[in-house]
């Protein structure tokens, strides 16, 4: 079975723009109301008893009230307690956790839905060169429009940080790779969600059977490789010669 990923995370509840409980304090305040000591829960967490003073210090004084208190000696003996203010802090701690785990879920579920594909082929990429007709600075991210040396026009998206580090600027030339089991021919300049359509000609067929390997000559010294499957290519009636369209999203090129 396909192992999925999960997007996790842990909820911290701040006041005054400090820390106030999360789900290691919430685990404190629980080994305290069992075991009725600091220094004891503390060292059931494997925690140092100034840490775990620290955190019931703070958690106190942010609180609107206690959570944490000492009792003098009587019939039980003394300790130290979490007050039902506390217990009440824990349990809706837990509630919000739960909700927030939930919608972690939902994330997770959106997450791999985008990714599923239970094939694993190791990444081939085919290699050209162009120039930088211009960027688009989009939030934390750049769309590149790279002119390729067959005068067609591709874009490319790249992280700000990638950008300003490699100080990439309009009419440098570039060398940027396309990542070949991405692309989707089509015998016609259809209009879908990829960004990026080449047009060339059909050089080369090389087919094992499985999978059909095609070699496009854009032009210009532009050549491109398009892996689909051997039933495709014979749907597609995909032949020597044949005017084909390469089209893949923008993030299938690396800019290198």
Not at 25 to 30: F, G, H, S, T
Not at 158 to 180: N, Q
Not at 242 to 249: C, G, H, N, R, Y
Request: proline content about 1%.
């Amino acid at each position: 079975m396909k192992k999925l990923f999960d997007i996790d995370g842990n909820i911290w509840i701040q006041k005054d723009n400090r820390g106030f409980i999360g789900k290691g304090r919430v685990e404190l305040l629980q080994n305290i109301q069992i075991y009725g000591s600091i220094s004891k829960a503390a060292k059931q967490m494997k925690m140092s008893y100034k840490a775990a003073w620290d955190s019931v210090d703070i958690m106190n004084k942010l609180s609107n009230k206690p959570l944490v208190t000492k009792v003098t000696g009587g019939v039980g003996g003394g300790g130290t307690v979490i007050t039902a203010y506390a217990k009440e802090l824990i349990k809706a701690y837990g509630e919000v956790s739960a909700l927030y785990h939930n919608y972690f879920e939902t994330l997770s579920n959106s997450f791999n839905a985008n990714l599923l594909d239970d094939t694993f082929e190791e990444p081939v990429f085919c290699r050209l060169t162009g120039f930088i007709q211009n960027k688009l600075n989009i939030n934390d991210n750049y769309e590149i429009t790279i002119k390729t040396k067959s005068n067609q026009l591709l874009t490319s998206i790249e992280s700000k940080k990638f950008v300003v580090e490699r100080a990439l600027e309009i009419g440098d030339e570039i060398t940027f790779l396309i990542e070949t089991n991405t692309i989707v021919l089509t015998k016609s300049q259809n209009t879908n969600s990829a960004r990026n359509i080449l047009e060339g000609e059909v050089l080369k067929i090389t087919d094992d059977g499985i999978n059909s390997t095609i070699k496009i000559d854009c032009g210009s010294g532009d050549i491109i490789y398009a892996k689909v499957t051997t039933s495709s290519c014979m749907k597609l009636h995909i032949e020597l010669g044949d005017t084909i369209f390469a089209s893949f999203k923008a993030y299938s090129i690396n800019i290198i």
